[in-house]
């Protein structure tokens, strides 16, 4: 079966800290890893991840990817307040179907 | 550009009614996919319809359906509702048969008592 496991499932830093959320994976026919972010309602999508090695990058956010060991992460720096959310991890598998991780509730202290 | 709309946003319901939730999709996106939320298992799939076409389906009963109309716009109804039905409802939209990036939704909060 399925799945996508993230971990943990919630953390507690202060502002300033550096924060690494873990998605490891299991799926039939991969065809690509994305991270999502949630913050009161609708996720909104933060990176999409095909190709093993490549870091991408978004300001303090970053995420890699390996297709090997199945797994990815995302990084956040320097988290501020309005880092607090939900990042979801998701497997895209080929044919369209979507399979989330549980989520990790992320929240930052000032 | 307006983003994805779910109609209603909160409703109640009790054990055994049905219930209809509605998407309408970004302008120009011809997918629309369903999702589940709750505290427990997560976003759970449900279905993915392209050009009025169910192209995938998730692990639901098949007291959940859904369908797509010509203009994109989606709906999912959910018949003989149960407790275990309390839930987030996302919808999502994309261009294309699911090709990276998802919009969603806020959102249809049911809650089944």
């Known amino acids: 079966e399925d799945k996508v496991v993230q971990s943990p499932l919630s953390l507690v830093v202060h502002e300033g800290d550096t924060v690494t959320l873990n998605c490891s994976y299991e799926?039939?026919?991969?065809?690509?890893l994305l991270w999502y972010k949630q913050e009161k309602k609708a996720p909104t999508f933060l990176f999409m991840l095909?190709?093993?090695?490549i870091e991408k990058k978004s300001g303090r956010l970053s995420s890699i990817l390996d297709k090997k060991e199945l797994f990815s992460i995302l990084n956040i720096t320097a988290t501020q307040t309005g880092d607090s959310a939900i990042y979801l991890c998701?497997?895209?598998?080929?044919?369209?179907?979507?399979?989330f991780g549980q989520g990790t509730e992320l929240s930052v202290k000032p | 550009k307006a983003g994805v709309t779910q109609t209603p946003r909160y409703l109640i319901k009790t054990r055994g009614q049905q219930v209809t939730l509605s998407c309408s999709p970004i302008?120009?996106?011809?997918?629309v996919s369903w999702y589940q939320q709750t505290p427990g298992q997560g976003l759970q799939f449900l279905f993915e319809?392209?050009?009025?076409?169910?192209?995938n389906k998730g692990n639901f009963p098949g007291r959940f359906s859904g369908r797509q109309f010509s203009n994109s716009r989606s709906e999912m109804n959910v018949s003989t509702l149960e407790l275990g039905d309390s839930a987030l409802y996302l919808c999502?939209?994309?261009?294309?048969?699911?090709?990276?990036?998802?919009?969603f939704g806020e959102g249809s909060r049911l809650t089944v008592l």
């Open positions: 999502a939209s994309s261009l294309e048969v699911f090709t990276g990036e998802l919009f």
């Open positions: 799926v039939t026919n991969f065809r690509s």
């Open positions: 095909t190709s093993s090695g």
């Open positions: 998701a497997v895209g598998r080929k044919g369209g179907k979507l399979i």
């Open positions: 302008s120009g996106h011809r997918s």
């Open positions: 319809y392209f050009s009025e076409t169910q192209r």
